[in-house]
Every structure is written in structure tokens, then in C-alpha cells.
């Protein structure tokens, strides 16, 4: 069973950094694109960043240059470091991976910037 289980969410002011981590488990990590996703209320749930097995990335045009995702293999763990937080990436924030064309979502985590 893939299980993910994102941490690191929180109350930032705008300008602010925070890292969320996604960990992963009950597959083999190294092969499968993970991405992260959010989600604010009454809005419909948006691809923040992704990033393939073989470390290939890509974004949302709102986050470029403020967002990176990276993974750690190893670890089983994907992260999402994020700078220059504004107000409106308040949201929650949603770990994502497509195993065996299945798709698997975490619980997610609250990230609230205050202006």
C-alpha cells in the first residue's frame, strides 16, 4: 500500500521561507514522479511542482523562481523548499505519485502566509 505523508506546513509571514517534506512508502520511490499540489478554499486543486525519477522538474508560472522541489531518493522523500511566500500561496499543500497508473494523494499540509 503507497502511503504519503507530508510535514513542514505552518504560519509564515509574506517574504518568508518554509520546507515541506513528503515521505513515501510501500513503493519503489526512485521510479516514480512525485508532485506537489494545492489546494485553497473554494479554488480547485492546482500542480504547484513535479519532478520525474530522473530529477526532471517543472512548475507552476506563479511559483517559478521562488519554488524548487527536489527528492532524495535514498531517503524516500521528496521536498518542497519555498521562498518569497506570498499571501496568496496560502493554501493546503498536497504530496502526489502515480504508481502502476494509480494515483496515490497525502493528507496534506497548511501553509498560511500573512500579509
Known amino acids: 500500500q503507497v502511503q504519503l505523508v507530508e510535514s513542514g506546513g505552518g504560519l509564515v509571514q509574506a517574504g518568508g521561507s518554509l520546507r515541506l517534506s513528503c515521505a513515501a512508502s510501500g513503493t519503489i520511490f526512485s521510479f516514480n514522479p512525485m508532485g506537489w499540489y494545492r489546494q485553497a478554499p473554494g479554488e480547485q486543486r492546482e500542480l504547484v511542482a513535479g519532478i520525474t525519477g530522473g530529477g526532471s522538474t517543472n512548475y507552476a508560472d506563479s511559483v517559478k523562481g521562488r519554488f524548487t522541489i527536489s527528492r532524495d531518493n535514498a531517503k524516500n522523500t521528496v521536498h518542497l523548499q519555498m521562498d518569497s511566500l506570498k499571501s496568496e500561496d496560502t493554501a493546503g499543500y498536497y504530496c502526489?505519485?502515480?504508481?502502476?497508473?494509480?494515483?496515490?494523494w497525502g493528507r496534506g499540509t497548511q501553509v498560511t502566509v500573512s500579509s
Open positions: 502526489h505519485t502515480v504508481v502502476a497508473l494509480r494515483q496515490y
